[in-house]
């Protein structure tokens, strides 16, 4: 019994000193900066349509000259959401269905989001987006638009 007792709390005082792992998330040990260099591929079988979005300029907050809006995003099997940045659009991405590849620029390996993940895309993400599998997609978009020109993913 104390072999037991003994060898279960070494191993749970060796996990404690893992970094965890989320799933959605970049590993701690694969992190650094200009991980993943920017691609040149094209947008491939994405639909991007825009839901709704509200005028911030007109709210409390008084963020002329920006929206806030909702898109939802399909992104059919073999498709790609080209590289982009989210230097001047934060945004929060929910996983509706399906599982999709992010390649981030601050990680050196391919990032999996599943249904029912959210992804969070701030100041410092620049990345793009592949569908390996053999279903469509869908994800839903909510971010912070400034210039309404902007025709980034």
């Not at 260099?37 to 907050?61: H, M, R, Y």
């Not at 895309?121 to 997609?137: L, R």
Request: with cysteine.
């Amino acid at each position: 019994m104390f072999k037991r007792t003994f060898l279960a709390a070494t191993l749970l005082t060796g996990f404690a000193f893992v970094a965890p792992a989320f799933a959605g998330e970049c590993p701690a040990d694969k992190m650094r900066p200009d991980a993943t260099k920017p691609s040149a591929a094209a947008a491939k079988g994405v639909t991007d349509k825009v839901l709704s979005q509200i005028d911030l300029g007109n709210e409390k907050v008084a963020l002329k000259g920006h929206n806030m809006r909702v898109r939802r995003l399909e992104i059919q099997p073999g498709g790609i959401v080209p590289w982009h940045s989210h230097a001047e659009r934060p945004a929060l991405i929910y996983i509706v269905s399906g599982a999709i590849y992010e390649h981030a620029s601050n990680c050196a390996v391919p990032i999996l989001h599943s249904a029912g993940q959210v992804a969070r895309e701030t100041h410092a993400t620049s990345h793009w987006w592949q569908n390996t599998g053999n279903v469509p997609v869908v994800l839903l978009s909510f971010d912070i638009q400034r210039d309404p020109n902007d025709k980034n993913m």
